[in-house]
């Protein structure tokens, strides 16, 4: 079992920067693409971007091209989200989330099997 756990979240004003962290603990994620979700106030949960195993191949939504960067430590079993220009539309919860299967490049949010528990960002205008 992998679990995932969420930090880096808060209030930031519209043109600023946060870096989310995932930590995961249970067993190694180093085979395992990861990814980051999000869920803002009445919306579905939409894709955000992922990372394949060894950090290369990152995929981003159009909405956060050239302003969001997703990386990784496999060394500390940990996942980030570097968020810059942040607008009030970045508004949501960010959740962390890794697939069912290893070595699998997946955006679906059906194909995850394990989540962390979110953590807030809200950017204000």
């Known amino acids: 079992q992998v679990q995932l756990v969420e930090s880096g979240g808060g209030l930031v004003q519209a043109g600023g920067s946060l870096r989310l962290s995932c930590a995961a603990s249970g067993r190694s994620v180093s085979s395992y693409a990861m990814g980051w979700f999000r869920q803002a106030p009445g919306k579905e949960r939409e894709f955000v971007a992922n990372i394949n195993w060894t950090g290369d191949n990152p995929y981003y939504t159009d909405s956060v091209k050239g302003r969001f960067t997703i990386s990784r430590d496999n060394a500390k079993n940990t996942v980030y989200l570097q968020m810059n220009s942040l607008k009030p539309e970045d508004t949501a919860v960010y959740y962390c989330?890794?697939?069912?299967?290893?070595?699998?490049?997946?955006?679906?949010?059906?194909?995850?099997?394990?989540w962390g528990k979110g953590t807030l960002v809200t950017v204000s205008s």
């Open positions: 989330a890794a697939p069912e299967m290893q070595f699998v490049h997946t955006s679906a949010p059906g194909a995850m099997g394990y």
